[in-house]
């Protein structure tokens, strides 16, 4: 019967196509490319020397170990637009074939995936199943938490037990996890450090992370009232490393059009750059040193530019 070869054949073609480009939780689609991290380290992250080594390290140790004993856990942190969820991307791409569009990486902003506090318990039900059915599914999974200043302190208290040293929670494995918590915890702080630095006529290349893990110490935060995440970042031991990403100068902004401008395939314009550059704000009021929205709004701004 030609309809069942016919038929046969469709049901193989489909089946093959679902084998070859289905992803899967093995090999084929999860590996690591430490030369592809490192690469993307220095030729897409700008102004971040501190940031940029310490991820390489930690992802690099990580993902090269066969007996990790807990998750990976990171916590980025400083102010707006200076490469918190870039760098995110950027690890997801350089583990997932997919990156962040693979079923593995799951991107969580806390404002917009847990708004409502009235609706606390049963996102925390959510959550808790959220994070063990995809473990279960996939031990190498990606969790990237952004706005974790603002989430609920009792969200927070659910994802605890999980970046923990445990064998097993209830049969799953966590320990070839990844999580990572983004937020502007520390950012005032960090760049009161970088603009310490510049009164004092310091090169910012010479601030280190030990200057910086200053500014998530317990008295600063103390000082500066702070929240849960800050409390939990410090006390609980949980967060393997910490990430300071320093506010963004002027001229990194023109890194950043360059590179908006490269990604669409144009000419690379530093009028053009100076000019979106020259539009955005810049603090402290008086020094005018460094952008605002860091690197943010350029996406946006640059179509201005170039159809003029
Ligand atoms: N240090 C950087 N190097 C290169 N590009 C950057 C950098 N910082 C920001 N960008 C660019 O600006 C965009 C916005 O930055 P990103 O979303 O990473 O900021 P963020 O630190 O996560 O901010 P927020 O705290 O508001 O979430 C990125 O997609 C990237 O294109």
Same mark, same amino acid.
């Given at each position: 019967?030609?309809?069942?070869?016919?038929?046969?054949?469709?049901?193989?073609?489909?089946?093959?196509?679902?084998?070859?480009?289905?992803?899967?939780?093995?090999?084929?689609?999860?590996?690591?490319?430490?030369?592809?991290?490192?690469?993307?380290?220095?030729?897409?992250?700008?102004?971040?020397?501190?940031?940029?080594?310490?991820?390489?390290?930690?992802?690099?140790?990580?993902?090269? !170990?066969?007996?990790?004993?807990?998750?990976?856990?990171?916590? +980025?942190?400083?102010?707006?637009?200076?490469?918190?969820?870039?760098?995110?991307?950027?690890?997801?791409?350089?583990?997932?074939?997919?990156?962040?569009?693979?079923?593995?990486?799951?991107?969580?902003?806390?404002?917009?995936?847990?708004?409502?506090? %009235?609706?606390?318990?049963?996102?925390?039900?959510?959550?808790?199943?959220?994070?063990?059915?995809?473990?279960?599914?996939?031990?190498? !999974?990606?969790?990237?938490?952004?706005?974790?200043?603002?989430?609920?302190?009792?969200?927070?208290?659910?994802?605890?037990?999980?970046?923990?040293?445990?064998?097993?929670?209830?049969?799953?494995?966590?320990?070839?996890?990844?999580?990572?918590?983004?937020?502007? !915890?520390?950012?005032?702080?960090?760049?009161?450090?970088?603009?310490?630095?510049?009164?004092?006529?310091?090169?910012?290349?010479?601030?280190?992370?030990?200057?910086?893990?200053?500014?998530?110490?317990?008295?600063?935060?103390?000082?500066?009232?702070?929240?849960?995440?800050?409390?939990?970042?410090?006390?609980?031991?949980?967060?393997?490393?910490?990430?300071?990403?320093?506010?963004?100068?002027?001229?990194?902004?023109?890194?950043?059009?360059?590179?908006?401008?490269?990604?669409?395939?144009?000419?690379?314009?530093?009028?053009?750059?100076?000019?979106?550059?020259? %539009? +955005?704000?810049?603090?402290?009021?008086? %020094?005018?040193?460094?952008?605002?929205?860091?690197?943010?709004?350029? %996406?946006?701004?640059?179509?201005?530019?170039?159809?003029?």
């Amino acid at each position: 019967n030609p309809f069942v070869v016919v038929g046969g054949l469709v049901a193989s073609g489909t089946a093959l196509y679902s084998y070859i480009y289905h992803e899967r939780c093995n090999s084929n689609w999860i590996g690591y490319n430490p030369k592809g991290l490192k690469d993307d380290l220095k030729q897409k992250l700008f102004g971040q020397h501190i940031a940029a080594p310490v991820i390489f390290q930690s992802v690099t140790g990580f993902m090269s !170990s066969t007996n990790s004993q807990k998750p990976l856990v990171l916590s +980025l942190n400083g102010v707006t637009g200076t490469g918190k969820n870039h760098i995110s991307k950027i690890i997801a791409k350089n583990i997932y074939r997919k990156g962040m569009d693979s079923s593995f990486v799951h991107l969580l902003p806390a404002t917009k995936f847990f708004p409502h506090v %009235e609706n606390l318990s049963q996102y925390k039900t959510w959550l808790q199943n959220f994070i063990e059915d995809n473990v279960r599914s996939c031990e190498r !999974s990606l969790f990237i938490f952004d706005e974790m200043d603002k989430m609920h302190p009792g969200l927070i208290d659910i994802i605890k037990p999980y970046l923990d040293y445990h064998d097993h929670l209830g049969q799953i494995s966590f320990r070839n996890s990844i999580f990572i918590f983004l937020s502007n !915890s520390g950012g005032q702080e960090i760049a009161q450090t970088a603009l310490d630095f510049w009164n004092a006529g310091l090169d910012r290349q010479k601030i280190t992370l030990k200057d910086l893990e200053k500014s998530v110490s317990v008295s600063s935060f103390n000082n500066a009232g702070g929240g849960f995440y800050e409390t939990f970042l410090i006390e609980s031991g949980l967060v393997d490393v910490f990430v300071p990403f320093l506010p963004l100068e002027k001229h990194h902004v023109k890194q950043c059009v360059l590179a908006a401008m490269a990604e669409r395939n144009l000419e690379p314009n530093l009028t053009v750059a100076e000019k979106v550059a020259e %539009e +955005l704000i810049y603090f402290p009021k008086h %020094e005018k040193l460094f952008s605002s929205n860091g690197c943010k709004t350029i %996406e946006k701004r640059l179509p201005f530019h170039l159809f003029v």
